[in-house]
């Protein structure tokens, strides 16, 4: 059984660089990815990682947010940079069983989730 872990998730000034971590267990790894959803907003793809095609972004973090996997222990990671009050969101942890492909960023193709970890940035 798969399960997703988040944490990491802060409240904090605009231009700060948390880094929040995934704990993945019972996942023979694929497509893994983050997303985030602002209330009142649908949930929005932000990045994603495969070893067949690297790593994808979302335009509004391309530059600022840095995703990895630490296949030793199984651990998803986003480092996000020069953070923004627009970045404000519940973030997940997200995996499938299939390689991302170009539908990464869409959440229903997406199997396993996490409970989420809130990001809240101020100006």
């Known amino acids: 059984q798969v399960h997703l872990v988040e944490s990491g998730g802060n409240s904090g000034q605009a231009g700060g660089s948390p880094r929040l971590p995934c704990s993945a267990s019972?996942?023979?790894?694929?497509?893994m990815g983050w997303f985030r959803q602002a209330p009142g907003n649908g949930r929005e793809g932000v990045a994603a990682?495969?070893?067949?095609?690297?790593?994808r972004y979302a335009d509004s973090v391309k530059g600022r947010f840095t995703i990895s996997v630490d296949g030793i222990k199984n651990i998803l990671y986003l480092q996000m940079n020069s953070l923004k009050p627009e970045d404000t969101a519940m973030y997940y942890c997200?995996?499938?069983?299939?390689?991302?492909?170009?539908?990464?960023?869409?959440?229903?193709?997406?199997?396993?989730w996490g409970q989420g970890t809130q990001v809240t940035v101020s100006s």
């Open positions: 997200a995996a499938d069983d299939a390689w991302c492909g170009s539908n990464w960023h869409l959440s229903p193709r997406y199997r396993y």
């Open positions: 019972g996942y023979r790894r694929y497509c």
């Open positions: 990682i495969d070893t067949s095609a690297g790593t």
